[in-house]
């Protein structure tokens, strides 16, 4: 099954009404400090049924551990949704579908990992619901039914709180590595009014199948995280509808991998199947020959020369994440890779937007941030150029997403965090700056007159996105690139946050006496975040923070 789009529809709109999941499950960690019934936060001393409702459908025995294949959560899941799918609904095409989702049965029972662990859950389920058939096929098509369909839902932080599987209306929309979709979640309690009200005016959807377009599947179940699914491309009448099931910002063999290990398919769309491949693929696990034509270096070598790279940077990671070295080590090991590259190839480098690199700036920006606090109760100035060097990074962060944005629109999504948290660090490093410096009174006004009523005047798009970059990259920001940066060799070779060609390296700009860098550390901080503004209203369509 697919769905298809029944009319033109323009970039971020949303499709359809919020959805209600048919089942939904808490991951266990959350299990004491949110609602098991709508996934809203609960107060600081909970109530002991641990529901903000009077719902309670969860087993009172715990289930198996079958993980990793299988989660408590996932087994949960199953049973509420056996427990409101009516079985002579849920039998219609068993095993293959149940109640019109598309369980994947046989491919996950021809897996033997798979199939012992859903065999084990599916007896758990039985006889947790007393059931008193023979076999137990509709409990392992119910396993296998939120295996595939199930997603991840996350509060509007992006922290990921438990899964939900929701009816046809979503369920049928297929992966892409280049989608023209993407979804977010409402989460409130049952009878809160924080849901959107939806026009009448919403595009129309046509699944393949119309007789379950308009089952009774659809929110069976009245509480839960509602999904609602939004354009982030122009999607014509016709064309299908399609969201990611993964982490865009890997290169293509990670997705496919990644897509296999989860969903057990292979993905053939045309960001998948370009040859040559896709610009944004090429860059992803891209090179730079800093000495001589790249084409001079053996694949070979090439190839083991990346592996030797990423794999000292993902160690560092590993360490920071784990806390087993102190993050000063840690951001000397990577900025060592990611300036020098390794001994034995110093021609080398990773390309400014390798995935591997992408995770080493974010790593990066959160050392030094941490760095920062450490140093501030002995040593404010160390704080100061710490929170300094760290915004550095989160700014070059989001110059290197909106140049991926820039090749392929559905990266908005991760860009939008990116922007929103370079904006913020900014604004922390300006409110340091005041601080620190006896003159001057703090004024946290600084604004861009003409990108706000650009923005106010609801102006085209890409022509808004053109217009906050070029202000943000003047004369003055230069010299704010080249004060943020100082003490950084790595960050220094690049021109400008947003252009990162590695050919000028070296390319010191000389800080302008004249700028005033707390000003111009506010202004850019402003369009960081008007940026982030315009990307997350593009996915979610709602503004994160007031800039107006
Ligand atoms: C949530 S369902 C999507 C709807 C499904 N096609 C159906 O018929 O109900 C997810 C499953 O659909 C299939 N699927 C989704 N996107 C796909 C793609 N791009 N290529 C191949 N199979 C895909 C996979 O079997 C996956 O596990």
Known sequence: METISAEDVGIGVDLFPALSPLTFSLYDSFLSSHCSSCFSLLPPTPPHHLYCSLVDDSPTVSPPDLSPI??????????????????????ASLPHRFGGLLTNHHRLMADSSFSVAIRRAASFISAVLRSDRKDTVLEEAAICSVLTNAVE??????VALGIAVYGSRFSWINHSCSPNACYRFVISPPHSTTTPSFQETLPRITNTDKEHFSSNYE??????????????KGIKSGEEITVSYIDLLQ???LRQSDLWSK????????????????????????????????????HHDRAATVGKMTNHIKEAIDDFLSDDIDPATCCEKIEGVLHHGILDSSSLRLHPSHHVAL???????????????????????????????????SLFLAGVSHHLVSAELSFAISAANFWTRAGECLLELASKFFMKSSSGEYDDDVKCRKCLMLVENHGEIKENFNQILKCAVTDSSQATWSFLTRGCPFLQNFKSSIDFSLKGT??????????????????????CLLYADLLTDLCYGRKSHSVS
Not at 70 to 91: C, G
Not at 219 to 232: E, H, L, Q
């Open 219 to 232: 929110g069976t179940v009245r509480y839960g995280p509602k999904v609602i699914v939004r354009s982030i």
């Open 359 to 393: 995770h080493a700036y974010i790593t990066l920006a959160s050392a030094y941030r941490i760095r920062s606090i450490d140093s501030e109760t002995d040593d404010v100035g160390r704080a100061f150029e710490m929170s300094r060097i760290g915004a550095a990074y």
């Open 251 to 253: 290169p293509t063999g």
């Open 506 to 527: 070296n390319c010191k700009r000389e800080e302008s006496k004249s700028v005033d860098q707390r000003v111009s550390i506010l202004l850019l901080s402003f369009h």
């Open 263 to 298: 969903s057990r398919f292979i993905c053939n769309c045309g960001r998948c199947a370009a040859s040559p491949p896709a610009y944004v693929d090429s860059i992803l696990e891209g090179v730079v020959a800093l000495e001589h034509d790249i084409t001079t270096v053996g």
């Open 153 to 158: 839902v996350q509060d509007r932080a992006g």
């Open 70 to 91: 299988l989660s408590t959560s996932d087994i949960r899941a199953a049973l509420r949704l056996l427990n409101s799918i009516s079985s002579s609904s849920a039998a």
